[in-house]
């Protein structure tokens, strides 16, 4: 977590706009992984998962990889909320660099064994 954190704080201050990248990318990434792991719930293999998804063939066992680590109800609280993370930026209510380090702490307490997701 602690070098997470480091890298994090790193990419805020070489750039001004990374916190808003970093919303980006984490908002993309866990609708993949929400989608990839809804998909393995209706039965789809990771080929036909990936077409419908768009997922690029140098991605796909990564994805499927990760997607499988939590149940899709789990993928989902963690999806809504960093929604709720983006809105509270949004609305002023937190700062971009105060919520991702945050939401980075309590991502990591996910994938420990008892997680709380």
Do not use: C
Request: hydrophobic share 40%; no cysteine.
């Amino acid at each position: 977590v602690d070098s997470a954190l480091q890298r994090l704080r790193n990419m805020f201050a070489s750039d001004k706009s990374a916190e808003y990248k970093v919303i980006g990318a984490f908002s993309y990434q866990f609708r993949q992984l929400f989608s990839a792991s809804a998909s393995i719930q209706q039965g789809l293999n990771p080929q036909e998962a990936s077409r419908k998804l768009r997922i690029p063939p140098f991605l796909q066992k990564q994805i499927f990889a990760q997607a499988h680590l939590l149940k899709l109800e789990q993928w989902g609280r963690i999806l809504a909320h960093f929604g709720d993370i983006d809105y509270r930026i949004k609305t002023g209510r937190t700062t971009a660099s105060s919520a991702l380090e945050r939401f980075v702490i309590q991502l990591a307490t996910v994938f420990q064994p008892s997680g709380r997701y």
